[in-house]
């Protein structure tokens, strides 16, 4: 595979996860009752953010020497993206 198509991938990975999570955040609700997208774009955020603690799990599982920074990086953003959502939502 040549460079140019695999960064055509990459940038298609990366188009496809941001239309996923604007979806899951609540893409149509704000067209809808003619509101704003400030929580869509902050749920995407959110999401992201989760995203990356899961990347960094994944890793603390694979990786051999730095397993203990990715466990509680990984751990530390989930529990940030958790956070968020509590605060979104308005339950805390």
């Given amino acids: 595979m040549n460079q140019v198509t695999s960064k055509a991938l990459t940038g298609f990975k990366y188009i496809y996860l941001i239309a996923f999570f604007a979806l899951l955040a609540g893409f149509f609700h704000p067209l ?29 599982a694979t990786s051999e020497s730095k397993r203990a920074i990715f466990l509680g990086g990984g751990f530390a953003l989930m529990s940030i ?12």
Avoid: E, H, M, P
Avoid at 35 to 59: E, N, W
Avoid at 81 to 92: A, C, N, P
């Fill in 81 to 92: 993206s958790l956070y968020y959502i509590f605060q979104l939502t308005g339950r805390t």
């Fill in 32 to 60: 809808i009752t003619n509101t704003s997208f400030d929580g869509v774009i902050i749920g995407v955020l959110i999401l992201f953010v989760g995203l990356a603690g899961g990347v960094l799990l994944y890793k603390a």
